[in-house]
């Protein structure tokens, strides 16, 4: 049996889009059979959870059990005992790459532009004109391959949890439509007095409702409320959140991870809206039933991988000229909404 690790502690989005990648390495192996294991960050384990081609998913702490360097040795201690083959590494960090040398793998690979790259046996080209999925499947070559769907695993326990959310607050027949007003960095953040503008448009429609989704850090956000708007910001797991999407018709969102859990089912309709970040960054939604909002305006886009805590130009178009008459009008269109 092929024994495999793959390592990527990146942000959320990028665990959700390596999916494609575990099935592919679990289809090659197919008929020899293979065990894959995967090392990425707490909250990438979580959205993991259930995934039936994963033997075992190992948390990496690293601000709090694995910190430093001696939690990193430790850790990358315990993957040496267990033997593995090969080790794929996406994540192009210098820690990264040397959790990968301390697993003792005989074939370790990883991108030709990353950190520590002379710890590795193998590079492959980290080809920028491609989405971000489209490079990760390069790490495996395999004919014929085309189950490149995200997928996601909600438990029996995230289903049932949503279901007295539908039961509590009325939503059996309704329509919904998801909104995520969050991200890690404020360049990437639609203003939140257009998200309020837009909520107030939304709410007058009788036979939708809208979900507000988000972590801890958009719980304190002043949203605008209505008894057609259910909050459900900070009360919801990652897993929660993917099972809303399937139940769900759009979702408005910011470039953060909500694009890559609403990429996993078919039927939901994405409104991205992309300011510091662009589409030809390789992470734009992996779904053909979606949009991207952007101005096309600016030579200043993008002004960074990840976006940033300031616009570096100080106006702040990029977000501030997408105004919130373009988003409903979006959604008015996509749900045939009556003026």
């Avoid at 850790?75 to 959790?99: A, M, Q, T, W």
């Avoid at 990760?136 to 997928?151: A, P, Q, R, V």
């Avoid at 909104?179 to 007058?204: C, D, Q, R």
């Avoid at 759009?250 to 078919?266: G, L, Y």
Wanted: net charge positive; with cysteine.
């Amino acid at each position: 049996m092929k024994k495999i690790l793959i390592i990527h502690t990146a942000f959320i989005g990028d665990i959700i889009l390596s999916t494609p990648l575990i099935k592919k390495i679990k289809a090659k192996y197919i008929d020899e059979g293979s065990s894959i294991t995967y090392v990425t960050t707490p909250a990438g384990a979580s959205v993991l959870k259930n995934n039936p081609d994963l033997d075992e998913i190992i948390a990496y702490d690293k601000r709090g059990t694995h910190k430093g360097f001696k939690g990193l040795y430790l850790l990358g201690k315990r993957l040496n005992y267990k033997g593995f083959d090969e080790v794929i590494i996406p994540h192009r960090y210098l820690r990264s790459s040397i959790l990968g040398r301390l697993t003792g793998a005989p074939i370790r690979i990883g991108y030709d532009n990353a950190s520590g790259g002379f710890l590795l046996t193998k590079k492959i080209p980290y080809d920028r004109s491609k989405h971000e999925v489209e490079k990760l499947l390069s790490f495996i070559e395999l004919d014929n391959f085309t189950n490149k769907k995200l997928s996601l695993y909600p438990s029996e326990i995230d289903k049932k949890k949503i279901d007295e959310i539908w039961e509590k607050n009325n939503l059996e027949g309704k329509k919904i439509i998801l909104v995520a007003p969050g991200s890690k960095w404020f360049t990437k953040k639609w203003p939140i007095e257009y998200f309020n503008e837009l909520l107030k448009k939304l709410a007058k429609k009788s036979e939708y409702r809208i979900v507000l989704i988000g972590g801890q850090e958009e719980s304190m956000l002043n949203m605008y409320t209505d008894k057609n708007i259910i909050n459900l910001m900070g009360k919801t797991s990652l897993l929660d959140v993917a099972e809303l999407c399937n139940r769900s018709e759009i979702i408005v969102t910011n470039d953060s991870s909500p694009i890559h859990i609403a990429s996993a089912f078919e039927k939901l309709h994405i409104v991205a809206i992309f300011g510091a970040t662009t589409k030809e960054l390789g992470f734009f939604p992996w779904s053909k039933n979606s949009e991207v909002l952007e101005n096309n305006n600016l030579d200043c886009r993008p002004c960074g991988l990840h976006g940033g805590d300031k616009c570096p130009k100080g106006h702040f178009k990029c977000m501030l000229d997408i105004k919130p008459e373009i988003v409903y009008e979006k959604i008015q269109n996509y749900l045939n909404l009556k003026p």
